[in-house]
């Protein structure tokens, strides 16, 4: 008895699934191609651009400080020398970090990790604009900004 399998079916299901997963991660226009749509909050990329007012600066190492908010609460990210971790919640345009942890590598130079971790202490109120996320203290002053990237 021969067996047929059918692959042509499958191949255009593969193929449309990795197209799709490969356009996930950048952010696109609008239907009428104007304004960036904004990202979500959870499951994207968050690379560090400022902190404190201050550009982050260029660094040699590949990966770079970002922050990562998954679907359960847990939040997770690099802060230029240490992995960090811990929860948050939204309570409408509140947010809060609690039971925030690290690694306690030492770096020559962790100006950025400091300021990323003392902006994430002060964090009450977010700000979601296209793919820009903007960390908020207590007077609405700027702690942090953020942009999705696409992960490599």
């Not at 059918?6 to 104007?34: E, H, I, K, N, R």
């Not at 749509?37 to 994207?44: E, H, K, R």
Request: some cysteine; hydrophobic content about 40%; overall charge negative.
């Amino acid at each position: 008895m021969k067996r047929t399998i059918q692959t042509s079916g499958y191949v255009v299901t593969l193929f449309a699934v990795l197209l799709l997963a490969g356009c996930a991660g950048s952010p696109a226009p609008d239907s009428a191609g104007g304004d960036i749509v904004a990202m979500p909050l959870t499951n994207t990329y968050w690379q560090l651009v400022s902190v404190a007012g201050e550009p982050v600066p260029e660094t040699e190492r590949e990966q770079k400080a970002h922050i990562l908010f998954l679907d359960d609460g847990r939040v997770s990210g690099f802060s230029g020398c240490n992995q960090y971790m811990g929860n948050y919640r939204v309570e409408g345009e509140n947010l809060l970090f609690d039971a925030m942890s690290s690694t306690r590598m030492a770096c020559p130079d962790n100006q950025t990790e400091s300021q990323l971790f003392a902006a994430l202490a002060k964090t009450v109120g977010v700000n979601l604009d296209g793919i820009e996320l903007r960390l908020l203290g207590d007077a609405g002053e700027e702690l942090a900004v953020f942009e999705a990237t696409r992960m490599k």
